[in-house]
Structure formats: structure tokens, C-alpha cells
């Protein structure tokens, strides 16, 4: 059975937990609104195993801030996950930051 996805904010940082993926990341898109307001950093150094629709999401998650005139920041990147970041060719859109500034 795969972890369930669970998420806080503190301060500028939205800090998952969990797996995200296919399964678990629809509660999550659908309480998007309003989740990123205020939100410079998405730490992702609690998530277990993240897929190529988790990778999506955070796509669009930078892409919000960006049209709203914020940026987003991932922190937390995994050797995995900067792997996965890395075959997609998204290295440049998704910006990895050492670590959060809460």
C-alpha cells in the first residue's frame, strides 16, 4: 500500500510528506487554491517517492507562482527526484535551492 501524501505550510515553505503520485496527489490538487499563497519553497526532502505526475504537479504548482508574479524554489531535491527532473529536461524551469529559507 503506498504512503499517504500530507502537506503544511510554514512560513514560505509548502512542505510535502509521503509519496506523490498518480494515487495519492488529487486531494492535494484539489485543495490548490489559495495553498500557494505566501509560498517561496516547496520542500520536498519528506517525500518518499515522487512519479513523473508528481513532477507535473509541481510543474504546474512553479507555473502558478509565476503567472502571479512569485517564484517557487524546490527544496529538498533528491538525487532521485533530480534524476527524474533531469530526464524531462526541466532543470532550468523547476530551480532546485540548497535548502528553505523559513
Given at each position: ?77 533528491t ?10 529536461k ?13
Amino acid at each position: 500500500m503506498a504512503d499517504e501524501l500530507s502537506w503544511h505550510a510554514q512560513g514560505q515553505t509548502l512542505i510535502l510528506r509521503g509519496e506523490l503520485n498518480r494515487d495519492t496527489l488529487p486531494t492535494l490538487w484539489q485543495q490548490r487554491q489559495g495553498l500557494l499563497d505566501g509560498i517561496r519553497f516547496l520542500d520536498v526532502s519528506g517525500l518518499k517517492r515522487v512519479d513523473s505526475a508528481g513532477v507535473a504537479l509541481m510543474l504546474h504548482f512553479y507555473h502558478h507562482q509565476q503567472q502571479r508574479g512569485a517564484t517557487l524554489a524546490l527544496t529538498g531535491v533528491t538525487d532521485r527526484l533530480r534524476t527524474l527532473i533531469a530526464l524531462y529536461k526541466l532543470q532550468a524551469i523547476l530551480p532546485c535551492a540548497p535548502s528553505a529559507s523559513v
